[in-house]
């Protein structure tokens, strides 16, 4: 700390030892003026991290070259005169020791001084003041020089350098993360291969799945066992899904492009919208669905293989109840699993942090904790069961008079730019039950068209080396038949991961 002289500062020197006295600048004495010294810890004396030093302090460790990142003295070094501080109120001319006319000032209700920073527009103001984070002067002379600070570009306040490139907004305009110098810009995708890709895979998946669920419900009416339309309709479901797939990577790519979604300043707009939320719930239901279906497909498929029994010719009302069941529960249970984290009821589970627009109290996203101390700070003690961000929502608004604050609510698909269903949850987080539930399950399913898969080409290799003596017809229908079936899941797995 920086301790000016006053009574009992002989016990604080043996209080804290050696001490380093340093001045800021020799003047002639002042007649009728206070001396002053500054008395400064000894660990001062040598090079040390200016970064997080502010006021006095930092004005003589920058100046008299004791900061590790010496850049130069943040001010002008010069002696008062008559002409200076003319617009401060408490303000007398006296005489130096060299006879020449000069000023002295009450500050504060404090005893006339002259240890003060002269700014641009003639206002004087204590050192104590300058490279303080704010604009003491009014014209930013007294923070324009300091190498501590970070000043916002477009907002115009100043934070601390350390506050820069921190992955913390702290700017107003989000200028302290989304500059030049950051090296964590917010892109959907990073760079224009990756973006062409997107583009690539989305149209392709979206025209073939269209193309195939076409082809599908044409050839459907012309099948003639009862299997080969179960698993066409299945088929058809899994297209239905992995079309999701291809419609979600076309929009994300189209929002990144043509809707400027994706900036670093932009980011929470993005992960606020309803597009973003729509999107993840294509997505997660689009995969499910895929997932799910394939699933189903790949165990009747080895069911049907393992019991060997003849094919029907039509499909019975039986079978069209059980085949129609199923697909419904798919699309039920996919439906659920993606629209659950949109519950009203559940938002205090589900919902991550918030986002207020143009608010210099809330800056950035800022989740209940955060949230939490503001509130306690500004209204006291408040119970300690937490509070719902319907309560929060409330009590900010509060907070401000004739002002409706709302805040926008970054969900459990906001929290990538993406838009994707969170698998992967930090520890602590309540939301890991119900990512890790379904991905557990997402698992399952894989492990089961694995060993369908698996089963099934065995099956086909040992059928067609007893038949392959006097079929070869056979042989290769099979082989085609497991080649298709196989590209099919293959491909699916991959979509899905």
């Known amino acids: 700390q920086v301790f000016f002289c006053h009574s009992g500062l002989g016990s604080l020197e043996r209080f804290i030892g050696t001490c380093v006295k340093s001045v800021l600048m ?56 008559q002409t200076s501080c003319n617009l401060n109120e408490f303000r007398l001319l006296t005489i130096t020791g060299n006879k020449e006319l000069s000023v002295a000032l009450k500050i504060r209700g404090r005893s ?34 300091c190498f501590n600070n970070f000043k916002c570009l477009d907002s115009g306040e100043y934070i601390a350098k350390g ?14 993360e989304c500059n030049t ?19 690539v895979f989305g149209i392709i998946s979206t025209l073939c799945n269209l193309c195939v669920i076409y082809r599908g419900m044409n050839r459907y009416s012309s099948l003639k066992t009862a299997t080969a339309m ?92 059980v085949v129609v069941v199923c697909i419904g529960a798919i699309y039920f249970v996919a439906a659920v699993v ?25 800056v950035g996203i800022l989740d209940k904790e955060h949230l939490t101390l503001v509130i ?26 004739n002002v409706k604050v709302l805040g926008k609510k970054i969900g459990f698909y906001g929290s990538n730019g993406f838009c994707l269903f969170n698998y992967f949850i930090e520890s602590g987080n309540p939301q890991i039950w119900f990512s ?19 089963f099934l080409t065995m099956l086909t290799v040992n059928s067609s080396n007893v038949a392959g003596k006097n079929n070869k017809v056979l042989v290769a229908r099979n082989k085609k038949i497991q080649r298709k079936l196989s590209t099919l899941i293959i491909t699916d797995v991959i979509s899905w991961v």
Not at 436 to 454: E, K, Q, R
Request: charged share 20%; aromatic share 12%.
């Open 338 to 362: 993606s629209f659950i984290p949109l519950a009203p009821y559940l938002e205090s589970y589900f919902v991550n942090s918030i986002k207020y627009d143009n608010n210099p109290l809330f």
């Open 181 to 199: 110098d950051c090296d964590n810009q917010v892109k959907i995708f990073s760079n224009r291969t990756m973006f062409n890709l997107a583009c």
């Open 112 to 145: 006339f001084g002259q240890s003060v920073f002269e700014c641009d527009n003639g206002w004087c103001i204590p050192y104590e003041e300058v490279c303080d984070l704010n604009d003491d002067c009014g014209d930013s002379s007294d923070e324009n020089n």
């Open 376 to 401: 306690e700070a500004y209204y006291g003690r408040m119970s300690k069961h937490g509070f719902s961000w319907n309560s929060i929502g409330n009590l900010v608004n509060d907070m401000f008079i």
């Open 163 to 176: 506050k820069k490139c921190d992955r913390v907004f702290d700017c107003l305009d989000y200028s302290d």
């Open 230 to 321: 179960i698993n066409e309709l299945f088929i058809l479901v899994v297209s239905s899904g992995d079309l999701m797939q291809g419609v979600f990577i076309s929009f994300v790519a189209v929002s990144d492009k043509y809707l400027n979604k994706s900036t670093c300043k932009t980011q929470f707009e993005w992960v606020t919208s309803n597009l973003c939320t729509g999107l993840g719930v294509i997505s997660t239901l689009g995969s499910l669905v895929s997932l799910y279906s394939m699933t189903v497909l790949s165990a009747y498929r080895a069911h049907g293989a393992q019991s060997m029994k003849i094919p029907q010719d039509k499909l019975t009302n039986k079978n069209k109840v």
């Open 26 to 81: 020799k003047e002639p004495r002042v007649y009728g003026v206070t001396d002053s010294s500054i008395i400064l810890s000894p660990k001062y004396a040598s090079r040390v991290n200016c970064y997080n030093v502010y006021g006095e302090l930092y004005l003589h460790l920058a100046c008299k070259k004791l900061c590790s990142h010496y850049i130069g003295c943040p001010i002008n070094l010069k002696p008062l005169n």
């Open 436 to 454: 890790g539930t379904v991905l557990t399950s997402n698992v399952v399913c894989v492990v089961i068209i694995t060993i369908s898969s698996a």
